[in-house]
């Protein structure tokens, strides 16, 4: 990468090189940042919140303990931005509610705190849909987030603001998190990378719940590499959240760089080309990238899976039941301080009864056994599609019910494996297309690897989106 | 679905709703009968021929909290 090259396209890795060389400062790339979302958040609405004092201090300190020689890891002085539902001592994290308008946590989520420790920089707080769940919605207290490749359409959610904001270059990283594709819908729609870990890879205390036992933290990212290296930051076992899984941290980039020599991959085809809603250019995307890997080196045979809608009908059974018992109280109390949305999918978790949440996780056993010691005991990974459908217009959802979403995400927080969203293309109309890369549980290096290696091939990811700016920045 | 059929989906719902102590606003009801209906035919593709052992996902195990003790 040269030397004039615009800072908001120096990778995590290149960022980090420039920094401890001492040419280029943290105060440097993250003012260039500060420009950036000045000048483009207003068409975008991505930040609730832009903690500009606390960048540039979190800035300086970096700068100068990198030139004395302390060195904190991967993103020492890189900036970040988190979802709204991470917990952030003494700065305001709404949920993108009314509920929560006021709320100022006293303490850090772990994944903040491990930012800090990590060195890195705050860039600010970020739109999601309300509490995680609802969206997109205009009647809060911050309007949704807009998506780049064209602002009249939807980023996808609940992670809105982190897909809007990796996507027109405002900062390489940003924490979302994924209870049904909440990580892989805003980085399909957006074209970003995202990656939803292992249940238990990244500790969830401190993020806002939705679903205590299909939530995932993980990040949206401009590349793989920078998937990578924000995972080394924030993965980790935490006693104290219950499903952290207390084993060690994997060099998350250990396989990047290397070709698919020796994989085996499973295609399930009819598992989103038989859908009703699938465009016949996302299905020739997901079968070019297919192609693509097998040139790469790998085996790729295609699979039967269990009946999508089995996955979805015993991960969104979970889902609801989960949100509204978190809800309940405010549910039956405030309903209009709810935008109505997020009010409307909550309230369906009424009317879930203890036996059908108790098939729900018998089923989950069962899905889960088929992915882990039938498809995952043959193959190294999984791919599949991410969406359906390329990003819809925000005016084709109806105004008094829901939309219903096309993506193909929840079957992998049913399972718990962790999966891949990465760009394939785009749709005719210019909006971007993309695929899921599910693997093994805990081997996302094996998923990154290949992330890694299809996204070199390919170039997809090169493209930014034409967004208008008043000034060069 | 027939208007007969609605009319049942939407009496089941109002005695959910009742049992559970909410009072929904009326402009917000449509958008909930329409996501009962869908969750219902949700919960009758979890009832999958298995055997009286099939156990959940997440069964209650004490490991979680010996391991999560404060020290």
């Known amino acids: ?473 | 679905m027939s208007t007969e059929e609605d009319a049942v989906l939407e009496r089941e719902f109002d005695a959910l709703m009742a049992k559970a102590g909410a009072k929904v606003p009326a402009d917000r009801k449509a958008g909930i009968v329409a996501g009962y209906k869908d969750i219902k035919r949700m919960t009758a593709l979890l009832r999958q021929p298995r055997t009286e052992a099939a156990e959940p996902s997440n069964i209650y195990s004490l490991t979680g909290f010996r391991r999560s003790r404060q020290p």
Request: hydrophobic share 45%.
């Open chain 1, 1 to 473: 990468m040269s030397a004039s090259q615009a800072l908001h396209e120096l990778s995590i890795a290149e960022a980090g090189r420039r920094l401890r060389a001492g040419t280029l400062s943290s105060v440097t790339l993250t003012q260039h940042c500060l420009s950036r979302i000045a000048a483009l958040d207003p068409l975008l609405h991505a930040f609730v919140l832009v903690t500009r004092e606390r960048a540039l201090a979190d800035a300086d300190r970096a700068d100068r303990e990198l030139k004395a020689g302390v060195d904190k890891g991967a993103m020492h002085g890189v900036p970040y931005a988190l979802k709204d539902i991470y917990a952030t001592a003494g700065i305001r994290t709404t949920c993108h509610s009314k509920l929560l308008i006021d709320n100022v946590p006293a303490e850090d989520a772990v994944v903040e705190a491990k930012f800090k420790a990590g060195g890195a920089v705050l860039l600010g707080k970020l739109a999601t849909h309300e509490f995680a769940l609802g969206g997109p919605s205009f009647d809060l207290p911050f309007p949704p987030a807009r998506n780049p490749w064209n602002l009249e359409h939807f980023t996808g959610g609940s992670s809105s603001g982190s897909g809007a904001v990796v996507a027109a270059g405002l900062v390489r990283t940003a924490m979302g998190s994924d209870t049904g594709g909440s990580i892989r819908g805003p980085a399909f729609y957006c074209g970003t990378v995202g990656l939803k870990p292992t249940y238990g890879l990244v500790s969830r205390r401190g993020v806002f719940p939705l679903s205590y036992t299909l939530d995932h933290c993980g990040p949206l990212t401009w590349t793989v590499e920078d998937a990578a290296l924000t995972m080394q930051v924030i993965a980790g076992y935490d006693a104290l959240d219950p499903a952290s899984a207390d084993i060690p941290v994997p060099q998350f980039a250990s396989g990047l760089g290397q070709d698919l020599a020796g994989l085996k991959l499973a295609y399930p085809r009819s598992f989103f080309a038989r859908q009703e809603d699938v465009t016949a250019e996302v299905v020739a995307s997901l079968d070019a990238a297919a192609q693509q890997i097998a040139n790469l080196g790998a085996k790729v045979e295609e699979v039967e899976l269990a009946d999508f809608e089995l996955f979805n009908a015993c991960g969104r059974v979970i889902l609801i039941a989960e949100a509204y018992a978190i809800h309940e109280k405010n549910l039956l109390t405030r309903p209009l301080d709810y935008a109505r949305y997020t009010y409307q999918r909550m309230m369906v978790g009424a009317t879930i009864s203890a036996a059908d949440l108790t098939q729900a996780f018998r089923l989950r056993r069962e899905l889960a056994a088929i992915i882990n010691t039938h498809i995952l005991a043959t193959y190294d990974a999984i791919i599949t599609a991410n969406g359906l459908t390329p990003a819809p217009r925000f005016d084709e959802f109806p105004a008094d019910v829901p939309p219903k979403m096309t993506l193909q995400t929840m079957p992998f927080n049913v399972t718990g494996n962790p999966a891949l969203a990465i760009p394939t293309g785009f749709a005719k109309n210019g909006l971007p297309l993309g695929m899921q890369i599910v693997g093994r549980a805990f081997d996302e290096p094996t998923v990154l690897r290949i992330g890694a290696a299809y996204e070199a091939a390919s170039g997809s990811i090169k493209k930014r989106p034409a967004l208008e700016l008043p000034i060069a920045v």
